[in-house]
């Protein structure tokens, strides 16, 4: 069936002269390599068509990946606008997306609220570039895949599968990766973007170890204050990469990190876990993602301590059922 969605959906691409393709906002690996990647494809083989990436939201951390453009108003209701890796409306990273003639929507996250024209879902993908691979790659003989649009797609499939460990990742995965990088794929370069830190990285990271908290059951948790993003020095989005170094402890399926966004002025909350799904727990505080990888918002350090409990009651129950897990 869904053969049939990606058929509509390139006839759909075919029919049109201008192609907007927007991503969600604080973009990630996946969201840019998606995004850039389809639009460089469209790019090389419908020359004569305008296909346009635009992104209101930047992360530093891929400023490596180049800048989007800028697209007037008025070329919006002949376009078609297609959107990647954003599962609900309030996070497209485009205030202009509504104005164009149609939708299409690709995504892999847990649909809760759908929307598009043409939508092709697939949470069982492990990146939404996984689909994209599988999109250009199941029309190869239509579209032009370089190095360049090859890369991208590699890059949101290493990212966004955590190296291809996170749950999601088949056979099927890497069979297109493999594919991928048969393109020409500059690896050695494009993992010293990935793995490269700062000094002062490492330094916030030894206080990160120093102050992470763990419940009864098992949940590490970290809260990066406002407090600490000034004495660090830190962006929103430094601060909110902390999340990463909370994954390996022995016996913390959960880990959990809350940042305070000061303008704001309420917590992001970033939810990870191993053997057991933490989206529910993601919906009940105003968020969702993925069943192991979630995003949510809490308003107030009570709202924060309230998840932390009820995360811990989770792990709690998760173990009683199951025994320790590693
Ligand atoms: P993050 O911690 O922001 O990397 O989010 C993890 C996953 O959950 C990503 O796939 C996000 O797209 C998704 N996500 C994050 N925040 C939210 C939210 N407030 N609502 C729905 N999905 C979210």
Redesign the pocket.
């Known amino acids: 069936m869904n053969e049939q969605i990606k058929q509509a959906i390139l006839d759909k691409i075919e029919s049109y002269d201008t192609i907007i393709i927007s991503r969600?906002i604080?973009p990630?690996g996946d969201a840019v390599g998606s995004t850039k990647g389809l639009a460089t494809v469209l790019r090389d083989t419908y020359p004569a068509k305008r296909i346009y990436v635009v992104d209101e939201d930047f992360s530093d951390y891929l400023s490596f990946l180049g800048g989007e453009d800028t697209v007037e108003e008025a070329v919006y209701p002949t376009a078609l606008q297609i959107i990647i890796d954003t599962?609900?409306e309030n996070?497209i990273s485009n205030s202009n997306y509504k104005k164009a003639k149609e939708i299409i929507k690709i995504d892999h996250?847990i649909d809760i609220k759908p929307y598009g024209d043409l939508v092709w879902v697939e949470d069982f993908r492990s990146s939404a570039c996984e689909m994209i691979a599988d999109f250009c790659l199941g029309f190869k003989d239509r579209l032009k895949i370089s190095a360049e649009a090859a890369t991208y797609i590699y890059l949101g499939m290493v990212t966004d599968s955590g190296r291809f460990r996170f749950e999601g990742v088949t056979g099927e995965t890497l069979r297109l990766a493999g594919a991928l990088l048969d393109y020409g794929i500059d690896y050695e370069t494009l993992f010293a973007h990935l793995y490269i830190e700062d000094f002062s990285t490492l330094k916030l990271r030894s206080f990160v170890f120093d102050n992470i908290k763990i419940t009864k059951n098992g949940v590490a948790y970290i809260y990066i204050s406002e407090q600490i993003q000034k004495d660090f020095g830190l962006t929103l989005e430094a601060a909110s990469n902390v999340?990463g170094d909370l994954s390996t402890i022995r016996g913390s399926l959960i880990w959990v990190a809350f940042i305070y966004n000061t303008t704001k002025k309420e917590i992001r909350v970033?939810l990870r876990s191993r053997f057991l799904g933490i989206n529910d727990l993601a919906i009940k505080y105003?968020?969702?993602?993925?069943n192991m990888?979630?995003?949510?918002?809490v308003y107030s350090e009570d709202e924060m301590y309230r998840l932390i409990a009820d995360a811990d009651e989770l792990l709690g129950a998760y173990k009683s059922a199951h025994g320790d897990k590693i």
């Open positions: 969600h604080r990630d599962g609900t996070r996250h999340i970033r105003h968020g969702g993602g993925h990888a979630a995003g949510a918002t």
